[in-house]
Structures are given as C-alpha cells and as structure tokens.
C-alpha cells in the first residue's frame, strides 16, 4: 500500500463531501428532523436488546435504560429526543479525536506511515493482528493504533500532553468535559490487555517511547465524561469541516477532515463496520460506553447513546435509530440520483 492510497480515499470522501454541498445550502426542514428522531425515539425505547460491556467493571453498573438522541446540522441548529442530560464514557470515540489533533499537528502521512489505516477484520483488541504485521496494516480506531496515537501527541510532559488531548475534545464538545474517575481508575486497574499491547507496539517501533505512559493517557481519554448533545456537537464538526458548527470555531483542519472520515468509515464499528457502511453509509464511530457519533458530511452529525451492546461491542439502539433517522432525512452519502 501507498500513500497514494489513502490520498484517492480521501479524495472519494471529498467527492461525497462535494456532493452534498449544494443540498447543504438548503438546510434541513424542522419538521422532517423533529419528525424523524421522534420516531426513532418511539420506535425503540422499549427495546430491550443487548447487555452493558461488562469487561471494565464500572461500566457494567451504568443505567442500561439511557436512551438519547442528538442531531447537529451545519447552521448550528440542535435537535434532541430522549435522556440529553445523563453522562457517560466517551471509550473508543475518543480515538477518532485523538487521531485528529494527531493529523493536525504533523499531518495525514504521519498515521498512515506508523501504524497505517487498514481495517484489521480481527476484534478491536486484537493481539493477533498485531503480529501478522508487526504493528502495521492497523489503524488508529483498533487499541494498538489508538494507543500509538496517543503516544505521537506532542508534549514535554505526560500533564501537558493530557491537557492538550482534552482541550481539543473540548474544542469540539464547545464546553469543558471532564473525566470519570470512577471509570478511570476502574480501566486502569482492569487494562494489562491494553499494556500488552502498547509494549508489542513499542517492541515494533511504533511507539517510539514510554508505552505505559501512552497507555495510561490512553485510559483517561477514555474515561472523559459526555452527553448525548457534547458526542452530536463532535460530529459535527465534523460534518461542518471541521468547524463547530455551535461556537463558529474552526477546530481542526479542514484538509485533514476527509482523511479522518475515511479511517471512520471503514473502521468505526468494530469488526462490524462493512456491515454498517453497507447499511447506512455514514461514517461513524462507537464505544462501549454505549455511544455511536455519525456523520453525514455537509448534513448533519448524529449521535446516540445508549448502553446496552451487541456482541461486536456496539450499541444495539444507537445503530438502529441512526439508521433510521438517517435514512429519512436523506443522509447516506452514497444515495445520490442520476444527473438529469
């Protein structure tokens, strides 16, 4: 694989990106929004699918019965249904953050030249996968390339390096978020998985130094508490070009956007996400935290939380009520008519 690769990926992004546009111009109708994420509301509030992750001990005592939905377009306008208020981890969303300011301060060719972008096929924590590449092939949306993202921030110290992590989130969030300590504390003492992992990636060169380190702030970004309405406000900025749609503020570069939505599309839900982008084609991203973010590029961002999960580690209501939504409101980048 090339750089050239990830360069025509990126550019197939920008087409859709480029595509939707002109219908961005013209913003999505009240009515059709409110109708839509009302339904998807109603239609699974008493789903009962899907169980807590309960391999990280705090998060299996999370209300099960949290159900929100956010909306975000591009004017700022915001949307909701459901639990708006109730916090939970952010977990693996944090990654796609983290791969940002990554891209933002040494660019794009940084990630695809240390630990690529390619879907593994193989489970989010996979050790396997590590060692049939040697750390390569991987992407920053799996543990070993997340965890080598974390250790490629820049910093003269591990407080300065967590500050920095945290102020973008927030710049994206537009307000401060702050960490939950009891889960926090509770991945730290629970993650020699993910330290095992870091020291393989650190024996192969991808990490460059001090893995515990990467590992232990790689834990805490985990850890930063959201709402439903702080994960739509994150997509989309996204959707927006990496403007904040809420504070007017350009968060990241935009040319670093469409990279990002790629490594989301093809790797955002787990060993699930050819079956996601075959259904929905949005780019997006979960934890098991039991929040999903999508993004429907010039439209809207979208978010979910609730934390009941399916076996690959996905919120079962998020992705059916994303799905929905986002078919009625006409969000699937791929889903364009023949020009007349």
């Known amino acids: 694989m090339t750089l050239s690769y990830l360069a025509k990926t990126a550019a197939l992004l920008a087409i859709w990106i480029g595509t939707l546009a002109a219908q961005a111009a013209q913003p999505l109708a009240k009515a059709d929004v409110e109708a839509a994420l009302n339904a998807a509301y109603t239609k699974y509030k008493d789903l009962s699918e899907g169980a807590n992750a309960d391999y990280i001990p705090a998060l299996a005592k999370v209300d099960s019965a949290i159900y929100g939905i956010a909306l975000v377009t591009p004017q700022g306008d915001i949307y909701t249904a459901g639990d708006v208020s109730s916090e939970v981890s952010i977990q693996s969303i944090s990654k796609v953050f ?181 259904l929905t084609g949005l780019p997006a991203k979960s934890g098991v935290g039991g929040g999903i973010i999508a993004v429907s590029p010039g439209r809207f961002g979208i978010a979910v939380i609730s934390p009941p999960l399916d076996a690959a580690g996905n919120s079962v209501r998020a992705q059916k009520a994303i799905a929905d939504i986002s078919n009625a409101l006409g969000g699937n980048p791929y889903a364009v008519e023949p020009a007349m």
């Not at 790689?218 to 070009?241: F, H, P």
């Open 98 to 278: 983290t791969l940002a300011l990554v891209m933002d301060e040494q660019g794009p060719e940084a990630i695809f030249n240390n630990m690529g972008v390619d879907a593994t096929g193989q489970v989010f924590n996979s050790i396997v996968a590590i060692e049939q590449h040697k750390g390569a092939e991987m992407n920053p949306l799996v543990n070993a390339g997340a965890i080598t993202a974390t250790s490629m921030v820049s910093g003269d110290s591990r407080a300065q390096i967590w500050n920095k992590i945290l102020n973008y989130y927030n710049a994206f969030a537009g307000r401060e978020l702050s960490v939950n300590k009891e889960v926090f504390e509770s991945e730290a003492a629970t993650n020699q998985r993910n330290q095992a992992i870091a020291e393989l990636m650190y024996a192969y060169g991808h990490i460059k130094s001090n893995p515990d380190q990467a590992t232990d702030i790689y834990t805490e970004q985990c850890s930063v508490n959201v709402n439903v309405r702080d994960l739509a406000i994150m997509a989309a900025t996204l959707a927006d070009g990496g403007r904040n749609p809420v504070t007017k503020k350009q968060v990241m570069k935009n040319e670093n956007v469409s990279e990002v939505l790629a490594v989301m599309a093809t790797a955002g839900l787990y060993d699930d996400s050819g079956k996601w982008l075959y």
